[in-house]
Structures are given as C-alpha cells and as structure tokens.
C-alpha cells in the first residue's frame, strides 16, 4: 500500500475508535444544576440506525441542497437560519439523545435548549462530530450489498443442463 492509503485506513481506523467511545462537549448547566456547576458533559456516540434515520428525516425536511450551502449570500444564510434553525437544533438533540424513547420523549425539550444555552460554535462542533463520526456510510455499503445479492430475484429451482 501506498503513504495515502495507509493514511487514510489509520484515520478511518481512528475515527472509529473515538466514534465507539464518544466525544465529549461541554454546554452550559441547567438552571437547577447552575448552582452546583457552570457545565455539564455530554458524551456523543455513534448514532444507532433509527437515530440516523430521524435525523435524516429532520434534515430533508429542511429541503437544503448540498451544493446551494456552498454559495450562500449572507441574507440568505440568515433566512435559511430563521426557517429552519429549529429543525437543525431537532437534528443535533436526537443524535446527542441517541436512543428510541429518549428521542420521542426529550428531542424537542433538548433542541429549545441547546438553541437557546449553546453558542452557534458549540452547536457547530456537535454537528461535524456527528457529520463526520455518524455518518451514512456504512449504511449505503449496506445497501449496495443487499442489493447485490437479488434477495428479490426468484428462484425458479436448478438449471437445466444440455447434452
């Protein structure tokens, strides 16, 4: 193997490592716990495969395209924050919550905090970890290998041999 490829199996390897311990980000205290401690801890790990579909569900529901990001006016960029900035906040807290039930029940109060107690930075470094950690990759993978086995196609039995 070549120094590119060898770099980028170790970084894979790597991100692998810190996605199955988590990463951890400090936000601001609730109000009842303020007065014991200004932050708390909150340690991001893999998203399950429900979790990745509920933020995926949240964000195409924004209707954001990948390549209008890249040439954004700034008026533009503060309308697409104003329309769905809730939305994204929804993103980031069921991936923080990362459960079945825990994000039914607290992905919305968690989202209305973190929108109002997170820096837009904090909020940003939350998204890239989850971008880059949690990714859709393994989940294509997943989905070209099933579609390569034809678990569809019928089985009309043995193939008749000629002589």
Request: hydrophobic share 45%; net charge positive; with cysteine.
């Amino acid at each position: 193997m070549n120094k590119d490829k060898d770099g980028a199996i170790t970084e894979m390897l790597a991100a692998q490592t810190i996605l199955q311990r988590g990463v951890k980000f400090k936000i601001a205290a609730p109000f009842f716990i303020r007065w014991l401690k200004k932050s708390v801890t909150i340690t991001v790990t893999a998203p399950y495969y429900g979790t990745l579909l509920r933020i995926s569900a949240y964000y195409l529901s924004t209707g954001l395209k990948d390549e209008k990001l890249d040439q954004l006016s700034v008026e533009e960029s503060l309308q697409i924050m104003a329309v769905h900035g809730t939305t994204i906040a929804k993103a980031v807290a069921c991936a923080m919550l990362n459960g079945n039930w825990s994000g039914r029940l607290f992905t919305k109060p968690l989202a209305w905090y973190l929108k109002w107690h997170c820096k837009p930075a904090e909020l940003l470094a939350l998204t890239s970890a989850l971008l880059v950690y949690g990714g859709s990759a393994d989940f294509m993978s997943t989905t070209r290998l099933v579609r390569s086995l034809k678990v569809t196609t019928p089985n009309l039995g043995q193939t008749p041999q000629g002589s």
